[in-house]
């Protein structure tokens, strides 16, 4: 079993900087065993991907909107995923979720079979 808690979430101007982090707990299984996702999504539209890390954090993928702005990764120590998030706009506010796959790295979301229960990003213009 996996459980997800992300923190970080906030409001911020536009321009500004948030890092979102996700805890995994696991059982019976290693955090290493997992390669992990962030998606966001807002009312009345699809979840959209943001970024993926695979287990040991060489690989990793983004969301076109999100390259050059977004970083991903995660460290194996403390079961922990981050987000940082820089040049935050307006369009980037959504709920952000954590999700666990144990696929290969991968953006669609059907492939995450555990996931957090968001944080909300809110940036102002």
Same mark, same amino acid.
């Given at each position: 079993?996996?459980?997800?808690?992300?923190?970080?979430?906030?409001?911020?101007?536009?321009?500004?900087?948030?890092?979102?982090?996700?805890?995994?707990?696991?059982?019976?299984?290693?955090?290493? !065993?997992?390669?992990?996702?962030?998606?966001?999504? +807002?009312? %009345?539209?699809?979840?959209?991907?943001? /970024?993926?890390? =695979? @287990?040991?954090?060489?690989?990793?993928?983004?969301?076109?909107?999100?390259?050059?702005?977004?970083?991903?990764?995660?460290?194996?120590?403390?079961?922990?995923?981050?987000?940082?998030?820089?040049?935050?706009?307006?369009?980037? !506010?959504?709920?952000?979720?954590?999700?666990?796959? +144990?696929? %290969?790295?991968?953006?669609?979301?059907? /492939?995450?079979? =555990? @996931?957090?229960?968001?944080?909300?990003?809110?940036?102002?213009?």
């Amino acid at each position: 079993q996996v459980r997800l808690v992300e923190s970080g979430g906030g409001l911020v101007q536009s321009g500004g900087s948030l890092m979102l982090s996700c805890t995994v707990s696991t059982s019976g299984r290693p955090f290493n !065993s997992l390669n992990m996702g962030w998606f966001r999504q +807002t009312p %009345g539209k699809e979840r959209e991907f943001v /970024a993926a890390i =695979n @287990w040991d954090g060489r690989s990793t993928l983004y969301g076109d909107a999100m390259k050059g702005r977004f970083t991903i990764a995660r460290n194996n120590a403390d079961n922990t995923v981050q987000l940082q998030m820089n040049n935050l706009k307006p369009e980037d !506010s959504a709920v952000y979720y954590c999700a666990s796959t +144990t696929y %290969g790295i991968t953006y669609y979301s059907d /492939a995450y079979s =555990n @996931w957090g229960q968001g944080t909300q990003v809110t940036v102002s213009s």
